[in-house]
């Protein structure tokens, strides 16, 4: 069936004016965790390292902290350095491409499921739907929800931080997994139906690559079948049932590989708090999330989300009783207006992985709830271009309906500024969460980069006062110490970070460079070894290596070194190579 022109013109208009909204973001610079996952990262800077990504955690960042098994995210890292080096125009613009193709393909998915649910043009709606679109009103009930996508302030931290880009990656690979399934259910032909089963099998299979959080694909597509398709739960015939278990063979592989890959790496790095904790604490993070994207105002790149201790706190009792009450809503919905409970279902489903029972660093991220936030884009879309109309009249409501998506438009590109630089993006931080240690580290890195050296001092005792059990904080400030000249000081605080985090590579780093500043090449040689014995990949640790081992008169040594360093893309590394092999 060929499409109608206007969801080419839904589409168009979808991507201009997304492209319009974010342009003021792609000067915008790398910001966070783009440092150790993008900047330092020696794996990402040739193809050559490709099949590192596939078995090997290291390569996925210089952090031993950060590990994980991400290849196909490595592999989109490594294009855009192949491209334009370490611009991060280069990779804002591919962040964008993705953000706006998952806008188009919920645009799409939309329009599938009106149509399925009797609700697209020349289709009747079914019994009972009071508040369904009048025929032709299908297109733009879909093109609001692919523009609100698009458009939402809370789903602009996609786009404006590259190391988000596994969030928005993996979103459009599940959406394109999803769209290829529906379009195969409605194939009239066997081998066209088989050939987009592979395609999203195969489209399934790399968002597993890229995050984890692809694993919900399964459910959420069998909860399609039953309420949109109207399948029965358990009878959805031999090939549906193959084509299930294509999915799920691979998932279990990628579950195995990924355990194997990962065995040994303390789970201690992702969170500290307590699964009973963080459980009790998502309860509410759910809501949480719906009234950001409902009221997208007071977003924060690292809020201060305060945890839940026990079951009875007042806040979880509210949460479980909210959790109750939508859990009705969608039972009694289930026939009358299943697209709504489709809707919260898709939402929970997919953010499951993340704000359940296994604890990760933060408690909440503005870019968790991204792929979930098409189930609320759904909801945004039928209350505008469905209700609404016969609440206020069609004119009325469209042009209300034009005067939410120019609102949206507004507040992303008014948070886009926020992200301009480190400086901006921390301050806000800063503004909004006084009490956090990491917003005053980062504020103070900022600083320090500008020169305010004393400013970025008192930020970093801020962050010691707040986060006493931050190794970073001490690393930092031992940093300014140590370009004052005060070596003790300097050499004091890295203890400190040393004692709370023993696997820290930064911390033998920077011993070796303070010792170096010292006039102790031989315990500055000592300190980046134990550097590389943790981050093998780090470069510049091998660098400074050659350079303390040269001042020692160890040549050999020191060329070797250097070759290694230069190996992994370090230029001054291959200059010193080039230096030491002359007679």
Not at 352 to 364: G, M
Request: net charge positive; charged share 15%.
């Amino acid at each position: 069936m060929s499409r109608p022109p206007w969801t080419a013109v839904a589409v168009a208009v979808i991507v201009i004016a997304g492209t319009a909204v974010f342009a003021n973001s792609l000067p915008n610079a790398f910001h966070f965790d783009d440092s150790h996952a993008v900047v330092e990262n020696p794996w990402i800077r040739s193809f050559r390292h490709l099949p590192r990504w596939f078995t090997d955690v290291s390569s996925f960042t210089v952090l031993r902290e950060n590990q994980n098994y991400r290849p196909v995210l490595l592999a989109t890292y490594a294009l855009n350095y192949a491209l334009g080096g370490l611009r991060p125009v280069a990779f804002r613009w591919f962040n964008l491409a993705g953000h706006l193709a998952s806008a188009v393909l919920v645009l799409l998915l939309v329009l599938e499921l009106l149509r399925r649910t009797g609700l697209a043009a020349g289709a009747a709606p079914p019994a009972g739907a009071s508040g369904a679109p009048r025929p032709g009103d299908a297109v733009w009930v879909a093109f609001l929800a692919g523009a609100i996508f698009a458009l939402n302030p809370l789903q602009s931290e996609i786009v404006n931080y590259v190391s988000s880009r596994s969030d928005g990656l993996c979103a459009f690979l599940y959406l394109l997994a999803f769209y290829l399934w529906v379009r195969a259910n409605a194939a009239a032909r066997p081998g066209r139906a088989i050939a987009l089963r592979l395609g999203a099998v195969a489209a399934f299979a790399a968002g597993l690559l890229v995050k984890e959080v692809a694993i919900t694909l399964p459910a959420t597509l069998w909860l399609w079948e039953v309420l949109i398709e109207r399948q029965a739960g358990i009878r959805l015939g031999w090939r549906r049932c193959a084509a299930y278990a294509a999915l799920g063979a691979v998932a279990i592989a990628y579950l195995v590989l990924r355990a194997h890959l990962l065995r040994g790496y303390d789970i201690r790095y992702r969170s500290v708090t307590p699964p009973l904790e963080y459980f009790y604490t998502q309860l509410h993070a759910w809501f949480y999330y719906v009234r950001l994207f409902v009221v997208p105002v007071g977003l924060c790149v690292d809020p201060e989300y305060p945890l839940s201790r026990t079951f009875l706190e007042p806040r979880v009792v509210m949460a479980v009783v909210g959790f109750v009450g939508v859990v009705g809503l969608c039972w009694w919905l289930r026939r009358r207006r299943p697209e709504v409970t489709f809707a919260l279902g898709f939402f929970w489903l997919t953010l499951l992985p993340t704000s359940s029972f296994l604890p990760i660093a933060e408690a909440v991220n503005e870019h968790r709830p991204y792929l979930g936030n098409a189930g609320l884009c759904l909801l945004a879309a039928l209350l505008l271009g469905a209700v609404l109309p016969r609440l206020l009249g069609a004119k009325v409501a469209r042009g209300a309906a034009v005067a939410v998506l120019v609102l949206l438009a507004a507040l992303t590109v008014m948070r886009n500024r926020v992200w301009h630089d480190d400086l901006s993006l921390w301050q806000d931080v800063v503004r909004q969460a006084p009490r956090s240690g990491r917003a005053h580290l980062n504020h103070g890195l900022a600083l320090l980069g500008r020169g305010r050296t004393d400013e970025a001092l008192a930020e970093y005792n801020e962050c010691a006062r707040h986060w006493p059990g931050y190794s970073y904080c001490y690393i930092n400030r031992s940093i300014i110490y140590r370009e004052r000249g005060e070596w003790t000081r300097a050499l004091a605080d890295l203890k400190i970070a040393e004692r709370l985090t023993p696997t820290l590579f930064w911390v033998p780093f920077y011993q070796g460079v303070t010792q170096d500043a010292m006039g102790q090449p031989g315990a500055a040689a000592a300190a980046f070894a134990r550097t590389l014995a943790i981050s093998p990949g780090f470069a510049d640790a091998r660098y400074r290596r050659a350079q303390a081992l040269q001042k020692l008169g160890r040549t050999g040594e020191a060329r070797d070194e250097a070759a290694r360093a230069a190996a992994l893309g370090h230029r001054p590394a291959a200059r010193l190579q080039a230096e030491l092999a002359t007679p």
